[in-house]
């Protein structure tokens, strides 16, 4: 019991690096309905922003300057090369995210270098003992406490900001978000800075108590199950989906010694075969919104 308690605590630190990861993917989706595939090198961005930063501003107000710079950037790529594609094919647009992401990411890994870049976090590999003898790495709070009061604010901007409101009218409707006097262009760029801001973040936290390397993009290939397992236009759906494919992940590394015919790395798959069996059941994910097509 012991064991599976640290595991699910251990998830819940994991899934809100997801479940923040997430938030960007869904944010953009619903005002664009394009999937921006370029969210895995604005992650990469942050994090490599922060491990320079930390040294003449500590970790907390670096990762500030970092969201806020990634979040300046995103902003900047949807101007420059989002933008000019409104009206063209999704499929289209979707891959220009994805070159945009190749291209941004070999700019971060020129100023990762051969060297070991840490973004100096205050944990470490620190930990907790609660009662009952459980331990968690003090590291995981701060990914949940964080994730927590950004959610929150997200939320709360949302419901009782004008620009909240206009993002939201215009992801139900364009056309007549437009008609009101909306300008959906705003609420584009906002979506992106947004969800570049929350990317960095993301990043920084997948790199605490590590180091930030080129592979750690791939930390957001899993926020992908976490969307579609949630649902593409669902922001609760993305908190849950998180917060549920970290835990099954990390439970399944404790406990995937006792399935050795599964292979030493099968905890790694397990965001995938969950995503696969809540589509088979519900193929909007668990709160997405179900397409009704009138013939």
């Known amino acids: 019991m012991k064991d599976l308690l640290e595991s699910v605590l251990r998830g819940v630190g994991t899934g809100s690096v997801?479940?923040?990861?997430?938030?960007?993917f869904v944010i953009i989706y619903k005002a664009t309905r394009v999937i921006s595939f370029a969210q895995p090198s604005f992650m990469l961005a942050g994090a490599v922003l922060v491990t320079y930063l930390v040294g003449p501003l500590g970790f907390f107000l670096a990762l500030i300057v970092a969201a806020a710079a990634t979040g300046g950037l995103a902003l900047g790529v949807e101007r420059l090369a989002v933008r000019p594609m409104i009206g063209r094919p999704v499929f289209t647009v979707a891959i220009i995210t994805l070159g945009i992401d190749v291209a941004v990411r070999v700019v971060d890994n020129a100023f990762i270098g051969l060297d070991v870049r840490h973004v100096g976090d205050p944990w470490g590999l620190k930990v907790l003992t609660l009662p009952g003898g459980i331990i968690v790495e003090q590291r995981?709070?701060?990914?949940?406490v964080t994730t927590a009061v950004l959610i929150a604010a997200l939320f709360a901007f949302f419901r009782y900001t004008r620009t909240g409101l206009a993002m939201r009218a215009a992801a139900y409707d364009q056309e007549a978000a437009l008609a009101q006097g909306v300008s959906v262009g705003s609420v584009f760029a906002v979506s992106w800075a947004l969800a570049g801001a929350l990317a960095a973040v993301a990043g920084t936290f997948a790199a605490v108590g590590g180091s930030v390397s080129e592979s750690l993009w791939l930390v957001a290939l899993t926020a992908l199950p976490v969307?579609?397992?949630?649902?593409?236009?669902?922001?609760?759906?993305?908190v849950i989906?998180?917060?549920?494919?970290?835990?099954?992940?990390?439970?399944?590394?404790t406990y995937q010694g006792h399935l050795s015919w599964l292979g030493g790395n099968f905890s790694v798959v397990t965001p995938?075969?969950?995503m696969l069996l809540v589509l088979l059941v519900r193929p909007y994910g668990l709160f997405g919104t179900r397409e009704v097509t009138r013939v």
Do not use: F, K, N, R
Not at 18 to 24: I, K, M, R
Not at 140 to 144: N, T
Not at 241 to 253: C, K, P
């Open 227 to 238: 969307i579609i397992l949630g649902g593409l236009d669902s922001l609760p759906g993305a």
């Open 140 to 144: 995981h709070i701060a990914m949940v």
């Open 272 to 274: 995938y075969v969950v």
């Open 241 to 253: 989906g998180g917060l549920v494919v970290g835990v099954v992940q990390e439970v399944t590394a």
């Open 18 to 24: 997801y479940a923040l990861l997430g938030l960007g």
